[in-house]
């Protein structure tokens, strides 16, 4: 983004004068203006009507008093792009392009909205296909429905890829506080990247919801999250059009492990990015961290008038890594002597309906349990429904002495409902102005406070370490396979083991084999079996001169039957590996959005079986790969289990490392590499297969093997 469009946009969002295009559709903005209380003049461009919306229309852009802040186009294609030129020309700050019919058509729409582009210049353009902007904050709807939303000074900016998404989300009935709602539609000249950009700077957006369908720009996204991060504005995304990977990859099983969706995982991750499910756990996120703010870790104090609330917040804590601490001795005594006696002291706490609703009851137990050290608190409360008020002042009694208690610890508060349809907007609106969070839904609730506490763990370790991605250099041009000895070679300039062995002739098979000591493992060298087991094209553990001769014959059989054209006789012999610790599956890719990513995965036969994989973009720490590590299921075996050995991490982390550098630096000449299996042994590490995929002028001809 321009200097001169970032300029614009600001204009855009905070407009001093609107201009609207277009006949229906503009009336609908003039009125969601008007609604939404809009001060600044309308100067509506209709030739064939005398006003729009009670204000008067002008016959041509050229006619109007100054150049609009901002516009709105509801317009056919053609003139949509004569009338962002015409803008363009007097300098106007931005438009929405509502008009449809653009890339999203096809070819002849894709020209169209290069024409569209070209016409804008620097002017700063939403869309098109697009609803629009609502500014809650200064009362700006450049929207062609009527949309709902309310802003209490400060709020959640959300942008989103779809239209109709925005504007159902505009209609929540969460009390979530909204400060911007941004349909970005095709992002032809404002990608969602911008819109992030700026809106991090305004002191009352206090988090960003994003809806993402695909991102464009990857490496400037990841510029404007670590802004966001280090701002302290959180970022919530709900990503939605899981992809493929391309054909390139359908090859290796990383393709399977590791598709697009597990990179923007690694993106999210990376960047401290909140990663959501769906709208409603979207909203209550924002509305948490807007309404309460980020805890600044994980220690929860919870509170509930039944055991079965206790019980519940305990169970989908601990599945989302909270922890409630514990009472301290003297803190459980005073718990004990405030409290009833039926009452078990415990966090979460049932404070028992003897005492509900009693103030000067619950104030002290409130205040005793919140006086530990916490780093959030929440009580759980379902509220009657309307006419059933013989009750509610007993609930709003201890919400007010939680909002107190709350407030004096000096710590994130939220009032859960068990049901996210239980709770009024009466009193949703009263917590949110108290600035304790009304969340809805216990569920939700503990997972959007987990999120946030995550961020805050994230947002530290940015601090101390400002990650980048790989400096991207290009994919490789019409990347091939290389067998897997030449795979080997590269390996082992990149500081890898791999087992001793030789490269013969099937003729000279058992004489290998002998050089290279029994056991043996036997394969045959060609780059079209990727797949080794499935043709028959591996023998493990021979132990004789003549068993290695009798596999060379039947491998030759049984690759035949399984693909005529991949028989070769090239053999590769290798000295058997004792068994390991674990067997890892270890890919470096190179993909054209994200750069160079690596996944870490179990091995082996584990690979077809069991979905355990890890996705790091790259440059990687040891900490990154140490981190992947600990969460994979095989990680269980790297510590030791049953009484098994243990692998050194280190070392293992060390190697990983050392594969990364060793891609990065020839980033240019790989596509990919996988390791499959790295055998990882208690102190040290073995390739013991791989493939690899580098550009097509580095692959080497067959050569004359013995």
Known sequence: MTPARRKNLERLLRPRHIALVGGRDAEVVAGECARIGYSGPVWPINPNRDQIGGHKCHARIDDLPAAPDAAFLAVPVDVAIESVAALEAIGAGGCVCYTAGFGELGEDGARAELSLIEAAGDMALVGPNCYGLINYLDQVALWPFAHGGDCPGYGAAIVTQSGMLSSDLTMNQRSVPLAYMISAGNQSVLCLEDFIDVLVDRKEVRAIGLHIEGLRHVRRFAEVALKAAHTGVPIVALKTGISDMGAQLTVSHTGSLSGTDELYQALFDRFGIIRVDSPAQMLETLKFLCVAGAPGGRRLAGLTCSGGGATMLADHGERLGLDFPQPEPATAQALRNALPHTATVSNPLDYTTPIWGKCDRVAPVFKTLLGGEHDAAVIVQDYPLDGLDADKQSYLNDAKMFIKATGAAGIPAAVVSTLPENIDPETRNMLRAAGVAPMQGLPEALTAIASAAWFSERRR??????????????????????????????????????????????????????????????????????????????????????????????????????????????????????????????????????????????????????????????????????????????????????????????????????????????????????????????????????????????????????
């Open 461 to 706: 370790a940015l601090e101390q370490n400002r990650p980048a991605l790989h400096e991207f250099a290009g994919t490789p041009k019409d990347a091939q396979l290389i067998d897997e000895w030449q795979a080997k070679k590269h390996l082992k300039s990149a500081g890898l083991a791999v087992p001793d062995g030789q490269m013969v002739s099937g003729a000279r098979a058992g004489e290998a084999a002998e050089a290279v000591g029994f056991p043996v493992a036997l394969k045959m060298a060609s780059v079209r079996l990727v797949h080794k087991t499935e043709a028959g094209a591996v023998a493990l553990n021979l132990e004789s001169k003549n068993a290695v001769n009798s596999a060379v014959a039947q491998m030759r059989k049984d690759v035949r039957q399984h693909e005529a054209a991949a028989v070769t006789d090239i053999f590769i012999v290798e000295a058997m590996e004792d068994t390991p610790v674990a067997e890892l599956l270890v890919s470096v890719r190179n993909d054209e959005n994200f750069g160079l990513a690596m996944t870490i995965a179990s091995g082996g036969v584990l690979v077809e079986v069991i979905d355990d994989a890890a996705t790091l973009l790259l440059p990687v720490s040891f900490d990154d790969i140490d981190g992947a590590l600990a969460r994979l299921k095989v990680g269980q075996l790297l510590r030791g289990a049953r009484g098994r050995a243990s692998a050194d991490r280190g070392v293992l982390v060390d190697a990983l490392q050392a594969l990364a550098g060793y891609v990065a630096n020839h980033a240019s000449l790989i596509a990919e590499i996988e390791i499959n299996p790295l055998f990882v042994q208690p102190d040290r590490v073995v390739a013991v297969d791989a493939l690899m995929r580098v550009a097509a002028d580095q692959k080497n001809p067959r050569r004359q093997v013995p």
